[in-house]
């Protein structure tokens, strides 16, 4: 049988993968460290977002919930040291982080610009604007 180089390779790799067990406590002491690591190297904004809410554990998997797309844009910019981070200290190579957006619905903001729109959004807020319009034969 042949062994090629690619053979050698991957099975050099394999062998020196390391996959050690770990806890949700292991997870969340390891967190916890890392926040403090950002706090030191005056990381604030990082820490803060990171400290939002605590990671729940499935299998290697590690979900991570937050509230916004720009949060989860810039803890995106750190997840690679974060998870080299985290495999490092619990010496699993097989762990993966998972980031999601919390709500559901991104709420966007409706903008009134014209008259008509804003009579509109008044009568909506109001309904006795309505009966003041009828009333007095108003028109935008």
Not at 91 to 103: A, H, R, V
Not at 116 to 138: G, P, Q, V, Y
């Amino acid at each position: 049988m042949a062994t090629t180089a690619a053979g050698v390779v991957k099975q050099a790799v394999s062998s020196q993968s390391r996959e050690n067990t770990f806890t949700q406590k292991d997870i969340s002491d390891v967190w916890t460290k890392y926040i403090k690591l950002l706090y030191k190297n005056n990381k604030n904004n990082l820490g803060s977002i990171l400290s939002a809410n605590n990671p729940k554990l499935e299998g290697n998997k590690i979900l991570f919930s937050l509230g916004s797309v720009l949060m989860k844009d810039q803890i995106t910019r750190i997840k690679n040291h974060l998870v080299d981070f985290i495999r490092n200290s619990l010496s699993n190579d097989f762990i993966e982080l998972i980031i999601n957006i919390e709500s559901k619905e991104i709420a966007t903001k409706k903008y009134v610009y014209s008259d008509a729109d804003k009579l509109d959004r008044m009568i909506k807020d109001n309904s006795t604007i309505e009966l003041l319009k009828k009333t007095f034969h108003l028109d935008v």
